[in-house]
T-cell receptor, first 115, second 109 residues
C-alpha cells in the first residue's frame, strides 16, 4: 500500500513562529503536493513538485515555501505563521511524472493552530 | 475562473436506498473527473474516476459523466451507515485539479 506520512497530526504555534510540516511517501512517486483545507472552501493547492529540487506555485502560495531535496520528502514551511494560516494541511503524492491524473494519495493531515 | 460546484448538504438518505451526489463544472476543457470520500477528521481517499461520457460502475458505486451538460454524478446503491462521509468532486482541467467543496452525506439506519 502507498503510504504518505505527515510528521505531525496536531500543532499549536504562536504568531510569528517558523513552522515546518514534513511529508514522506514510500512509493517512489514523482509528484507531491501540499494543500490546505478549510470548511466550505474545499482543497486549495499551495505548492506542488514534479521532481527533486523542483517546485511550482499553486493557487495560494503566499506566506509559504517548500523544499524537495529528496524524491520521497516534501516539506512545507511557514516562515512567519499568522492566525489566518490556521488550517488543516494535507500532503499528497501521485505516481505519474509531468502531469496530474487526479489520482492522489493523501497523508493523514496536519491540523495547525496559530495563536 | 474554473469551478466545480457541489451542494454542501447534508444529504440525508435512508439505509438501503440510493444516494445521488451531483456536481457541475464550468470548464468545458475538463476531461477527467474524480470522486473522493472523506470521513470526518480523516483525509480524502479516491473512490471513483471517470474519463469519458457515460456511466462507470464499481461495486455499489456508479459514476456518471455528461460533458454536454457539464454534469458529474455519483450514485451509491444499497447505502450503508459506513457511507456517511463528505464526497468531493474533482475535475482535471489541463493537468490542473479543480476541487469542489464537497457534499456531506448522512445515511440514516
Amino acid at each position: 500500500d502507498v503510504k504518505v506520512t505527515q510528521s505531525s497530526r496536531y500543532l499549536v504555534k504562536r504568531t510569528g513562529e517558523k513552522v515546518f510540516l514534513e511529508c514522506v511517501q514510500d512509493m517512489d512517486h514523482e509528484n507531491m503536493f501540499w494543500y490546505r483545507q478549510d470548511p466550505g472552501l474545499g482543497l486549495r493547492l499551495i505548492y506542488f513538485s514534479y521532481d527533486v529540487k523542483m517546485k511550482e506555485k499553486g493557487d495560494i502560495p503566499e506566506g509559504y515555501s517548500v523544499s524537495r531535496e529528496k524524491k520521497e520528502r516534501f516539506s512545507l514551511i511557514l516562515e512567519s505563521a499568522s492566525t489566518n494560516q490556521t488550517s488543516m494541511y494535507l500532503c499528497a503524492s501521485s505516481p505519474l511524472a509531468g502531469g496530474n491524473t487526479g489520482e492522489l494519495f493523501f497523508g493523514e493531515g496536519s491540523r495547525l493552530t496559530v495563536l | 475562473q474554473k469551478e466545480v460546484e457541489q451542494n454542501s448538504g447534508p444529504l440525508s438518505v435512508p439505509e438501503g436506498a440510493i444516494a445521488s451526489l451531483n456536481c457541475t463544472y464550468s470548464d468545458r476543457g475538463s476531461q477527467s473527473f474524480f470522486w473522493y470520500r472523506q470521513y470526518s477528521g480523516k483525509s480524502p481517499e479516491l473512490i471513483m474516476s471517470i474519463y469519458s461520457n457515460g456511466d462507470k460502475e464499481d461495486g455499489r458505486f456508479t459514476a456518471q459523466l455528461n460533458k454536454a451538460s457539464q454534469y458529474v454524478s455519483l450514485l451509491i446503491r444499497d447505502s450503508q451507515p459506513s457511507d456517511s462521509a463528505t464526497y468531493l468532486c474533482v475535475g482535471d482541467s489541463n493537468y490542473q485539479l479543480i476541487w469542489g467543496a464537497g457534499t456531506k452525506l448522512i445515511i440514516k439506519p
